[in-house]
């Protein structure tokens, strides 16, 4: 079984909440790197139950009577094997792909920084909520912004891979993530993509299908498919894989810091989705107009043309032009306090974004 402290009740104290900052905070100062000894995995699986429902249990039943390759992988643990692949693709530097398929709930989330977390030990890195990602637009962007140091033998999460995302330029956006997969091999930056029903990354090597969570283990239990066999009559069932939840791999005075942080952005996700306000388009949209209000050459430019072509120049041709042009024009709302800016330096109250006028 896995050996960690039982976690005490939360209280509600204010004197209790100050002390869990404190520490919180000393814990990210002390911890700056993990190796694979930092992570213990040790689980008895005759203690092991994994729990899911009825329709769940239906459909793994039906696999098991009507699919061969399916009844042998199910009864072959394939863990071992698959952490060894792991190290050996760290030891090649070469980086790893892989998308994962659960129901909400069913533990994908957790199970995947744990594989992200026990990718970047490989190379004596820590996995912080850097590395985690919304979707892939933010993916994409933190491939822009990150310090190269950072994105170096890393691995991100997308957590939640949205599929109805709408827009003149968001299937560009989208079908870019093939050519940035082959440009960054270079880089060794892994990714795992997450997604309730269909597997988020066309591209990826190996998929992984949560069946089932174990409360007493902290253990999910899936299978591991091979993606790369789909043009010979499909995915390939390979073996049966106990993943033990990121709370429960990682050292004890780290793992409650990572998944308040986690708990934090995913709530933060959630809200804005509920209230209509999680349109990723948009707010990749507001965070570009921030930058370029930042940007001391755009904002010496005076024509609505230069302005544009500028932005053009900058961002790639994945943005089309009319997006470009919503861009430009975020930058005068910005500036004119109608949304609101995340951003704590002003833009120039006397810039107008719209003018036509020649610079002096």
């Given at each position: 079984m896995i050996k960690l402290k039982t976690k005490k009740k939360p209280s509600t104290t204010l004197k209790s909440l100050q002390k869990e900052a404190k520490t919180l905070t000393k814990v990210q100062k002390?911890?700056?790197?993990?190796?694979?000894?930092?992570?213990?995995?040790?689980?008895?699986?005759?203690?092991?139950?994994?729990?899911?429902?009825?329709?769940?249990?239906?459909?793994?039943?039906?696999?098991?009577?009507?699919?061969?390759?399916?009844?042998?992988?199910?009864?072959?643990?394939?863990?071992?094997?698959?952490?060894?692949?792991?190290r050996d693709k760290a030891r090649l530097h070469e980086p790893v792909h892989i998308s994962v398929i659960g129901q909400v709930r069913s533990g994908k989330s957790y199970t995947s920084i744990g594989i992200?977390?026990?990718?970047?030990?490989?190379?004596?890195?820590?996995?912080?909520?850097?590395?985690?990602?919304?979707?892939?637009?933010?993916?994409?962007?933190?491939?822009?912004?990150?310090?190269?140091?950072?994105?170096?033998?890393?691995?991100?999460?997308?957590?939640?891979?949205?599929?109805?995302?709408?827009?003149?330029?968001?299937?560009?956006?989208?079908?870019?993530?093939?050519?940035?997969?082959?440009?960054?091999?270079?880089?060794?930056?892994?990714?795992?993509?997450?997604?309730?029903?269909?597997?988020?990354?066309?591209?990826?090597?190996?998929?992984?299908?949560?069946?089932?969570?174990?409360?007493?283990?902290?253990?999910?239990?899936?299978?591991?498919?091979?993606?790369?066999?789909?043009?010979?009559?499909?995915?390939l069932p390979m073996g049966t894989l106990f993943l033990p939840i990121f709370t429960h791999f990682l050292p004890p005075d780290y793992a409650p810091f990572l998944e308040k942080q986690y708990l934090d952005?995913?709530?933060?996700?959630?809200?804005?989705?509920?209230?209509?306000?999680?349109?990723?388009?948009?707010?990749?949209?507001?965070?570009?107009?921030?930058?370029?209000?930042?940007?001391?050459?755009?904002?010496?430019?005076?024509?609505?043309?230069?302005?544009?072509?500028?932005?053009?120049?900058?961002?790639?041709?994945?943005?089309?032009?009319?997006?470009?042009?919503?861009?430009?024009?975020?930058?005068?709302?910005?500036?004119?306090?109608?949304?609101?800016?995340?951003?704590?330096?002003?833009?120039?109250?006397?810039?107008?974004?719209?003018?036509?006028?020649?610079?002096?």
């Amino acid at each position: 079984m896995i050996k960690l402290k039982t976690k005490k009740k939360p209280s509600t104290t204010l004197k209790s909440l100050q002390k869990e900052a404190k520490t919180l905070t000393k814990v990210q100062k002390q911890i700056t790197s993990l190796t694979l000894k930092d992570l213990k995995y040790n689980v008895d699986l005759n203690e092991a139950f994994y729990e899911i429902d009825c329709l769940q249990n239906r459909l793994l039943e039906g696999y098991l009577r009507a699919d061969h390759r399916f009844r042998r992988a199910f009864g072959t643990n394939f863990t071992q094997d698959f952490y060894q692949f792991l190290r050996d693709k760290a030891r090649l530097h070469e980086p790893v792909h892989i998308s994962v398929i659960g129901q909400v709930r069913s533990g994908k989330s957790y199970t995947s920084i744990g594989i992200a977390t026990f990718m970047m030990a490989c190379y004596n890195k820590l996995f912080t909520i850097e590395y985690l990602c919304a979707n892939i637009f933010e993916f994409l962007e933190k491939l822009k912004t990150m310090p190269q140091e950072k994105l170096t033998n890393s691995c991100f999460v997308i957590d939640e891979e949205k599929q109805s995302i709408y827009g003149i330029g968001s299937t560009a956006k989208k079908m870019k993530v093939t050519d940035v997969q082959n440009i960054i091999a270079i880089n060794n930056i892994s990714t795992i993509m997450l997604n309730p029903s269909s597997w988020a990354n066309k591209e990826a090597m190996y998929g992984i299908r949560i069946f089932g969570r174990c409360r007493k283990t902290f253990t999910t239990r899936s299978m591991l498919y091979n993606l790369q066999e789909r043009g010979k009559g499909g995915e390939l069932p390979m073996g049966t894989l106990f993943l033990p939840i990121f709370t429960h791999f990682l050292p004890p005075d780290y793992a409650p810091f990572l998944e308040k942080q986690y708990l934090d952005k995913k709530n933060a996700w959630v809200m804005r989705e509920q209230r209509g306000e999680g349109d990723v388009l948009y707010e990749l949209k507001k965070n570009e107009a921030q930058k370029f209000l930042k940007d001391a050459k755009f904002m010496e430019l005076k024509k609505k043309a230069e302005k544009t072509a500028y932005i053009s120049y900058k961002l790639g041709s994945e943005w089309t032009k009319g997006e470009v042009e919503e861009i430009l024009a975020f930058t005068s709302l910005l500036r004119n306090s109608v949304l609101e800016n995340d951003d704590n330096d002003k833009p120039d109250e006397n810039h107008d974004e719209n003018s036509n006028e020649e610079p002096e």
